[in-house]
């Protein structure tokens, strides 16, 4: 593991940490923000799963989330959202497959399996990473926005017990049924949508047993409302298990970090109440 | 006049504007924050001049001030930080000179003199357009980072009871005594130093008969502090004419906008004080 870089934030510090990735097989570069909390004590972690195009890097430099964080004592972890250094066949040529667009998916098909496997590295090595390394005491959280609005989704209802809060902000609820899930998931996963399943909120959530208190902001001018995000999938799933989901359609808001930035601190304080 | 975009942030609202500038013949691009309350009433407005390579996007996506902004009632106004559309040989090749580095000042040499106005621009146009168009009372106060520190200071200075308030963030203090500056100065103005020192707050403020209390902050471990910014020369200066600075050297903090971050709400209650 190496440091890039350490800048003050709010009396915390964050991190810029490269490491050689088992999962995905290549050097991957995450953030993780420290409240000055941490400098005395383990401290709870707010996984933050970032969307398509994005890095570690958009979501400390234009969320505004470590005021808050540095208030309430948790820390946050961004990753990237895709493997980096390869150069597959078309892996550059699309804002929404190959690199910036991993989906946080364990990719089946050539020749992405070789490296694309963020659902592990999420779920499993970068915790590990966290919890050896920093000064953590395991409670954690997941939330993101968009793709990562779906990655965080995905992660918390396939693994009960791993994360004691969750939220996303307008994320792609039912990636089956809309343009970007269909293509990253036939793409990393094949055409046999049994594959798909696992990796779809809307068909998971009608199965979940632990049912954490879900909130979710969206807003109503967001380009990608009706034809990517479809949040009335999740609602609908949410109705029919009887589970505890707070939709919030946030007026005039579009898909950008000025929405997320308006209503982060929300969701830090969700998270802070199952976490703290 | 053209609205290139409008986006809801914290109750308020966003624009990016696009328009002819008499000062700099071209078009220029500025953002303006408008505050809730600009719905029912005029409001104050904060300038923020931005600092080497910056455009009107940066503050705005990245110092978290329209939290801030939206509490007290005050719209922000961020200018771009040159001309742009020309084409001048050499003016994209460096960071501290041509586009994106204006320095805030009325340039008097070929080829710069034909766009490079930002005093006038920042000083006289820009405020013209945003009472004439907006929702703002006529009180107004001015800040800014690095290179537009140094700019918030020279404005401030050269036009007492123009601003009621002012503050900086890690400004270039003395220009006339940095390579930052000297190249800047003496390609837009000539090699006549009596040309620089209306450009130069260190000079400017031992002069001042106006003294509003001036905010800075600027980081310890700012890796300009020693070679560009030189705090002290406009502390000295400070002294020599009982000018009320509080100076805050921000132990472990550098020049990013991870530290304008953190201590903007302090530079907005300060100016909202004189403001409000």
Redesign the interface.
Known sequence: METIST?????GE?LRIKHRSQACDCDMIFAIYLPPQAKEKSVPVLYWLSGLTCTDENFM??A?A??VAAELGIAIVCPDTSPRGTDFAGEHDSYDFGSGAGFYVDATEEPWSANYKMYDYVTRELPGLVNEHFPVNGRCGISGHSMGGHGALVCYLRNPGKYLSVSAFSPICHPSDCAWGQKALSGYLGEDRNNWKPYDAALLIVDAEEKLPLLIDQ?T?DDFLSDQLKPGTLEQACIANHYPLELRM?E???H????I??FIEDHLRHHAEALL
Chains 1, 2 share one sequence.
């Open positions: 800048t003050a934030s709010f009396g964050l430099q234009k505004g470590q005021r807003g001018e946030q005039g808001y579009d950008s970090y000025f929405f930035s308006t």
